[in-house]
């Protein structure tokens, strides 16, 4: 195993000049030359739509890959609360360096610095781009646009369209991938499923894509590709995520020679709706923004077994007001779902399954009444109703933790390409901007900034320095044996014949991630999680039963394949979190706590990124990204 | 609680289909619908039957995906409220749910429940968007929109592309899809500009890809789940006469 970690890339001089400088230097493709060169996009959320249009628009060949029917469909699209931009237009001393600083802090140090700065610079590029698009944010009664809070931060900079904000943002980059549809520049595969990568000596060149319809395998030839598949958070099996959210294209692409940044950082969401029975399929976010007007509590008795509209003030316990009095309830995610948790297991969980904690808007109805409330959250509490059957203007909303976002991902440079030449990984799918623990917000936002301004001007820098070292002979060779392995694959998984369904061992899975690898870890869980998560693959290839039709649509077959990679990839979560000797962010090691139960991070040890790759045996082996804060000092994450 | 499902099984876009009715028991009434089929299709895969084809994919409403008739209504019975928010509790005990695709020429079943919506992406690629490039942009605040235009444009931009109000309308106009569209970018500054061109643009791709016209039935209002006004079909309609006037 002779692998080395390629170059984080940051550009010299100060944080605030970087991007700058990167954007003066870089290399250009000229206008006139960009239609030679085609360009695959994986996925048409929000990162993969922008990416594309973006690029179509400046005129490079894009072919864009979707499982879904339509490129609108992906689950940007389920993103409730808002984005962030650091536009200070409340005038209450918001900056780019205050939203820098408050990221990295969100993400507990476990961030490139670089690449966090650049973030918060281009987050008002964004806002722009999305008002000119047509994105109804909402607007003031003076007709300006009006932004709200969320966890994490002391200022107003989230912007919003109602409770639909990723609707919205989706919706205004596939309406700009349309354009570039009926320009011609760029084609879309809807109903196409990436199931591998062409590399040739680490640099990528094209994709293997199933028509998803017909069953046929495609090999599509490219100067680039860029993965922008989403988060893996549905390898939980309840998660917040899309019933068809997977990490597929992103464990595919480590099989193939990227390297995976920290695996096991992932965010569990303290605002969903708790598991009230084992049919369970999902599990519904309630957006962050609730916790502006919402008082999170618990009884202070176990076991109460009133409604809560019956239990007097005296008896309540607003955990989070009286353990993080400046912050309250708009404390960041991994310390609200943490310490829901920590309520919960110590017996003062309420609802059915005594699973929950009740997010209580009583006072805010009575002080600012109820139409400010509905015109606020109107169809957050429609869709709560919906749900659950209850009415959350009258009784409180039961809420609990939830996986939901993936901070690890395909590790990434400055200019989000992956160790693979070639091979590019944007939004949810990379490592980069959240280190250990991501603010509300901040996901949309990356999103969009990877795909509409800073992909624009890495990838042409890519494309203008490479040489033609691949012959086309050699690569359709490559191709071919790609295709060849996936044949293979499909009928093997075909012949198994067993008696478990893709869906039985995905629900295992997941019960087995939330016991060892979840809100909190062990050593000793961990070890456990391993073998039991070997086991379970190996029962996976004995046992699973799939239709055997292979040339016309079969969604056990792409259930089952997508249980396959979970089931590699959570074995490298457990890996990951076991290596992690210290709690920082969302990763929480037992182990590793202060005496007030907070997350106690080992700066001294663990001030990198772990980037792990596999070797041709198909071992993992981990490698370290060191992390040099040059221009903010570590210090403790307190939100009291 | 008990119910019998009646579905809609066809194998492939040229295939006859027909109904097959699959009892069900032990039903938790705060299952969701899908999560039935997700049972029913468990049952059916492990008995070696070809599982039912169905799109669902948020499962909160949002994406759009699920469209189907549930007894002869567009996602179901409940008002504004797309198939995948639908739970047992809303079906009574011992009750037959006859699900079907959404019937429309301009979409294809491509198996069982699940059909081919890629129309509604070909009328939006011809005129739904404002003509912006990446980085063309001015400072958001610059231009003022009255809160009152800013809600109208949420209103109609709130569509999730279903493709209801097409099943449940007569003619299967997809009046309203196209109306949502173009009265969201018209009430804003920075969709007007263009909005004479777009509903020309548009309305001929709707006519071409099969929808029929609008006769103010209304039905595609009540089953919308995003709840889309028929008001955006006068928009659209008002926009539209005023370009043909202009001959």
């Known amino acids: 195993m002779n692998k080395r970690l390629s170059s984080d890339k940051v550009p010299p001089g100060p944080l605030e000049k970087k991007w700058a400088y990167y954007k003066a230097n870089c290399k250009l493709v000229s206008p006139g030359n960009r239609k030679k060169y085609h360009i695959i996009v994986v996925g048409t959320g929000l990162a993969g739509a922008s990416a594309a249009a973006s690029l179509g628009e400046m005129g490079f060949k894009v072919s864009c890959f979707t499982f879904h029917d339509s490129a609108r469909r992906a689950h940007s699209v389920a993103a409730q609360g808002g984005v962030n931009a650091a536009k200070n237009y409340k005038n209450d001393g918001d900056s780019v360096y205050r939203m820098f600083f408050d990221t990295i802090k969100g993400g507990d140090f476990r961030a490139r610095e670089a690449n966090v700065y650049r973030l918060a610079e281009c987050s008002m590029s964004l806002i722009?781009?999305?008002?000119?698009?047509?994105?109804?944010?909402?607007?003031?009664?003076?007709?300006?646009?009006?932004?709200r809070s969320f966890g994490g931060v002391q200022v107003s900079r989230t912007f919003y369209a109602r409770g639909q904000t990723g609707q919205q943002l989706l919706l205004g980059s596939y309406q700009a991938l349309m354009r570039q549809v009926s320009k011609g520049s760029t084609t879309v595969y809807t109903r196409h499923e990436m199931l591998d990568i062409i590399t040739i000596d680490d640099e990528a060149h094209g994709i293997i894509a199933r028509h998803l319809d017909t069953g046929e395998l495609e090999t599509h030839y490219a100067d680039a590709v860029i993965i922008a598949s989403g988060g893996y958070g549905k390898i939980y099996y309840l998660s917040t995520l899309a019933m068809a959210c997977n990490a597929s294209a992103v464990w595919r692409a480590y099989k193939k020679g990227a390297m995976m940044g920290a695996p096991s950082w992932?965010?569990?969401?303290?605002?969903?709706?708790?598991?009230?029975?084992?049919?369970?399929?999902?599990?519904?976010?309630?957006?962050?923004?609730?916790?502006?007007?919402?008082?999170?509590?618990?009884?202070?008795?176990?076991?109460?077994?009133?409604?809560?509209?019956?239990?007097?003030?005296?008896?309540?316990?607003?955990?989070?007001?009286?353990?993080?009095?400046?912050?309250?309830?708009?404390?960041?995610?991994?310390?609200?779902?943490?310490?829901?948790?920590?309520?919960?297991?110590?017996?003062?969980?309420?609802?059915?399954?005594?699973?929950?904690?009740?997010?209580?808007?009583?006072?805010?109805?009575?002080?600012?009444?109820?139409?400010?409330?509905?015109?606020?959250?109107?169809?957050?509490?429609?869709?709560?109703?919906?749900?659950?059957?209850?009415?959350?203007?009258?009784?409180?909303?039961?809420?609990?933790?939830?996986?939901?976002?993936?901070?690890?991902?395909?590790?990434?440079?400055?200019?989000?390409?992956?160790?693979?030449?070639?091979?590019?990984?944007?939004?949810?799918?990379?490592?980069?901007?959240?280190?250990?623990?991501?603010?509300?917000?901040?996901?949309?936002?990356?999103?969009?900034?990877?795909?509409?301004?800073?992909?624009?001007?890495?990838?042409?820098?890519?494309?203008?320095?490479?040489?033609?070292?691949?012959?086309?002979?050699?690569?359709?060779?490559?191709?071919?044996?790609?295709?060849?392995?996936?044949?293979?694959?499909?009928?093997?998984?075909?012949?198994?014949?067993?008696?478990?369904?893709?869906?039985?061992?995905?629900?295992?899975?997941?019960?087995?991630?939330?016991?060892?690898?979840?809100?909190?870890?062990?050593?000793?869980?961990?070890?456990?999680?391993?073998?039991?998560?070997?086991?379970?693959?190996?029962?996976?290839?004995q046992s699973l039963i799939i239709p055997k039709n292979i040339h016309s649509i079969n969604t056990e077959l792409e259930k089952a394949m997508r249980v396959k990679d979970y089931l590699e990839l959570a074995e490298l979560m457990c890996l990951d979190a076991m290596n992690r000797h210290e709690s920082c962010g969302a990763h929480f090691r037992e182990e590793y706590q202060t005496e007030e139960g907070e997350a106690l991070r080992q700066d001294e040890a663990f001030s990198y990124v772990p980037v792990w790759c596999m070797d041709d045996s198909g071992d993992h082996h981990l490698l370290k990204e060191t992390l040099n804060y040059e221009f903010v000092s570590m210090t403790e994450r307190s939100y009291k | 609680m008990k119910v019998t499902l009646k579905i809609w099984r066809q194998s492939d876009k040229n295939s006859k289909g027909q109904f097959v009715e699959y009892p069900m028991e032990d039903v938790d009434k705060d299952m969701s619908l899908f999560e039935l089929l997700d049972t029913l299709n468990e049952r059916l895969v492990l008995k070696g039957e070809r599982p039912i084809v169905y799109d669902s994919d948020c499962r909160e409403g949002i994406c759009g995906q699920c469209g189907i008739m549930i007894n002869g209504e567009a996602h179901g019975p409940l008002m504004n409220t797309s198939a995948c928010h639908l739970h047992m509790r809303s079906f009574n005990d011992g009750e037959r749910l006859t699900i079907e695709p959404f019937r429309s020429a301009a979409f294809p079943v491509r198996q069982d429940l699940s059909i081919d919506r890629s129309a509604m992406d070909r009328i939006i690629q011809a005129g739904g968007y404002v003509s912006v490039d990446t980085g063309q942009a001015s400072d958001a605040n610059q231009e003022r929109i009255s809160h009152h235009a800013y809600d109208e444009a949420m209103n109609a931009a709130a569509c999730i592309g279903c493709g209801a109000c097409i099943a449940a309308c007569p003619n299967a106009s997809a009046a309203l899809f196209t109306g949502a569209k173009i009265s969201h970018l018209h009430r804003l500054p920075q969709g007007q500009i263009e909005s004479d061109d777009r509903v020309i643009n548009m309305v001929t791709t709707m006519d071409d890809e099969g929808f029929g016209n609008c006769s103010n039935h209304a039905t595609c209002e009540a089953v919308c789940p995003a709840g889309i006004s028929i008001k955006v079909i006068a928009d659209m309609n008002k926009l539209y006469l005023k370009q043909i006037g202009k001959g």
């Open chain 1, 266 to 541: 992932i965010q569990f969401h303290p605002t969903s709706l708790p598991q009230t029975g084992t049919h369970q399929s999902k599990l519904t976010l309630m957006s962050e923004s609730l916790r502006n007007d919402g008082r999170i509590w618990v009884p202070s008795q176990k076991n109460d077994e009133r409604q809560p509209q019956d239990i007097p003030e005296s008896d309540r316990n607003y955990y989070l007001e009286r353990r993080y009095p400046s912050y309250g309830n708009l404390a960041p995610r991994d310390i609200s779902s943490r310490a829901a948790r920590h309520e919960i297991e110590g017996g003062y969980g309420v609802g059915p399954m005594k699973n929950a904690v009740y997010l209580d808007f009583k006072d805010a109805i009575q002080n600012k009444g109820m139409a400010y409330i509905k015109d606020r959250y109107g169809n957050l509490f429609d869709m709560y109703n919906k749900i659950t059957g209850r009415n959350p203007y009258k009784e409180p909303m039961m809420i609990s933790p939830s996986a939901h976002f993936t901070m690890g991902g395909l590790w990434v440079d400055y200019e989000l390409m992956t160790n693979v030449r070639g091979l590019f990984a944007i939004g949810e799918a990379n490592f980069s901007d959240h280190g250990a623990n991501r603010l509300g917000a901040n996901s949309l936002l990356q999103a969009c900034v990877d795909g509409y301004f800073i992909i624009p001007y890495t990838l042409p820098n890519y494309l203008a320095g490479k040489s033609n070292t691949h012959r086309k002979q050699e690569i359709e060779k490559a191709g071919e044996a790609c295709k060849q392995a996936i044949q293979d694959e499909i009928r093997r998984l075909t012949q198994i014949e067993g008696s478990k369904t893709a869906d039985q061992f995905h629900r295992e899975l997941g019960q087995i991630l939330y016991k060892y690898c979840g809100l909190s870890r062990t050593a000793e869980g961990l070890k456990e999680g391993i073998l039991a998560i070997k086991a379970l693959r190996a029962e996976f290839d």
């Open chain 1, 128 to 147: 722009d781009q999305a008002v000119a698009q047509g994105v109804p944010f909402a607007r003031d009664y003076g007709g300006y646009l009006d932004n």
